[in-house]
């Protein structure tokens, strides 16, 4: 306990940095996933090529990821850029499926009153179907954002500040204190995204909570 | 006016054959659904009843044939603004899930890019001019009764005034009784509005009740008949047709010929309360008992009266017929009463007299004698 409050800026700043490294691919990485996605939701043959192809992204060991990257982008192996990259990658394999999955759960009633309507596939996807997989994408952010907590903590093996630093230094010095104070920051850290995001998601569909009066 | 010329649909088979050679969904489909007034598409599954209306919005692209409306080639027009320019309500009402009753009945004005505020004041009349309570307006779709649903369906349709309006299966996923009363109040507004609609249903009661005139269409997409709702249940053009319109239909027939001016037996009545003597005084084994208004409340067994009148012994069974009704209420209410003395009513609901039966019929027999094999207009 003393030995956190000791070295609680250090915590904060580190906590900081994996905050950014892990919540900043989850922003990237929705960006991407929803066109990727939509054109999943829109085209069957295109559906099972990218919902295949970004599933096996996945499996990528984090760590190859990291040193397979700086020469591919041509960063140094020490540059934060990679793991935001990484982990941009990640995300997109998580949610592309799930963006596909929340947009094909639309009630087919409510998507052909749309059509009928005259809402051009941009506009529908826009005021309608987006809107209505918020509940179903939402679910597969909390998924990723606790993921992406997790896997950032690797990429202290390859020297990047973040809350992983005191996995490896307490093992390393055999002092299982800091261990667990970068356990419990990560725990501390994934929580919080899981709020932000499920605050995030009541606010943007209040209709969900409408139950018969 | 809607007009079908020529209209064909084949949808290319499983195994990849082009649409040329595929199966038919509507087969050389020729028909008008007249301004002003109520179309239905009446048929079996698989009739293409559905495909029929959703080519009228292009929502199915036919095969071969030109839809119109009002003169104009549907094909030539932009889709969404033809889309935007038809009311379409569809079962189970298709509503948005997200939106408020309120946003969901301004979504077409506000497509066609009617500022917020007269977008809300027009939907506002709408809400409550299908029946519903304002207050209603600011719930999700979720807070609502199917019944509530299906009128905010209709409201949405109607929001940007569309001359023309598709109805798909409109009042299929509710309860009969529901059904019923959305029945009467659509075709109280259709009166009021004179929109041009076509309607798609499986039910041949829903098509008699609500059509000006109804396309009967068999399996392929052909159509059998087409022919006002009276002609259709006097004069079916073949097996198909006969069969599909089913049992009773004599009968049933009798729902389109307006009831003429029979002479009615003034019928003795008494109050609720009335004591069993004045009850036995009446002299029948049936007594009629009417409120404070002279509204008809039901019969009550002479034998049946211990002390007085109460509710409880009053037999609901008989139907009462109205004025200004027709000879199948007629000739029902005195089937369906206790005395067999059918119940009439004016059209404020007090008590005219009663008929039996054996009067009803004569009427029946004079009208097929006038008349024969004339569609009466009469709804």
Known sequence: MTWALDHLGDIVSRAGQHAWL?????????????????????????????????????????????????????????????????????????????????????????????????????????????????????????????????????????????????????YARTFPTEVWVGIIACLVLALMFDLVIQVASRLLTPWTRAVAA | ?????????????????????????????????????????????????????????????????????????????????????????????????????????TTVPRLLGTDKKTARTRAMELIERVGLDPAMAKRYPAQLSGGQQQRVGVARALAADPPVMLMDEPFSAVDPVVREQLQNEFLRLQSELGKTILCVTHDIDEAVKLGDQVAVLRVGGVLAQLDSPAKLLADPVDDFVAEFVGRDRGYRALSFAAAPELSLADEPT???????????????????????????????????VESEVTRTLLHRGGTVASTSGSLRALLDAALSSPSGRGVVADGDGRLVGTIRAAEVIPAIEARRDAAPAEGATAR
């Open chain 2, 1 to 105: 006016m809607i007009r079908f010329e020529g209209v064909t649909k084949r949808y290319a088979d499983a195994s990849g054959t082009d649409e040329e050679q595929g199966s038919v969904a509507v087969d050389d489909l020729t028909l008008e659904a007249p301004t002003g007034k109520i179309t239905v598409l009446v048929g079996p599954s698989g009739c293409g009843k559905t495909t029929t209306l959703r080519m009228v919005n292009r929502m199915i692209t036919p095969t071969s044939g030109t839809i119109s409306i009002d003169g104009r080639d549907t094909a030539s027009l932009d889709v969404a603004e033809l889309r935007r320019g038809i009311g379409y309500v569809i079962q189970h009402a298709g509503l948005f899930p997200h939106r408020t009753v309120l946003d969901n009945v």
């Open chain 2, 270 to 304: 008494v109050r609720l309360g009335a004591g069993a003597d004045e009850v036995r005084a009446v002299g029948t084994p049936w007594v009629l008992c009417v409120g404070d208004a002279g509204e008809p409340l039901g019969w009550v067994r002479a034998a049946a």
């Open chain 1, 22 to 170: 892990a919540g900043l691919p989850l922003v990237l990485g929705l960006v991407i996933a929803v066109p990727l996605g939509w054109l999943a939701a829109r085209q069957p043959r295109l559906r099972a090529v990218l919902l295949t192809t970004t599933g096996l992204l996945y499996t990528i060991p984090s760590l190859a990821l990291f040193i397979l990257l700086p020469p591919l982008l041509g960063t140094k192996i020490l540059d934060p850029v990679n793991v935001i990259v990484a982990m941009t990658v990640y995300t997109v394999a998580l949610l592309t499926r799930t963006v596909a999955d929340g947009l094909s759960s639309v009630d087919p009633s409510t998507r052909q009153a749309a059509i009928a309507m005259g809402y051009g596939p941009f506009a529908r996807f826009r005021a309608v179907d987006l809107p209505l997989a918020v509940p179903v994408i939402a679910a597969g952010l909390r998924v990723a954002a606790v993921s992406n907590v997790s896997i950032v903590s690797v990429a202290s093996l390859i020297g990047v500040s973040q809350l992983g630093y005191f996995l490896t230094d307490g």
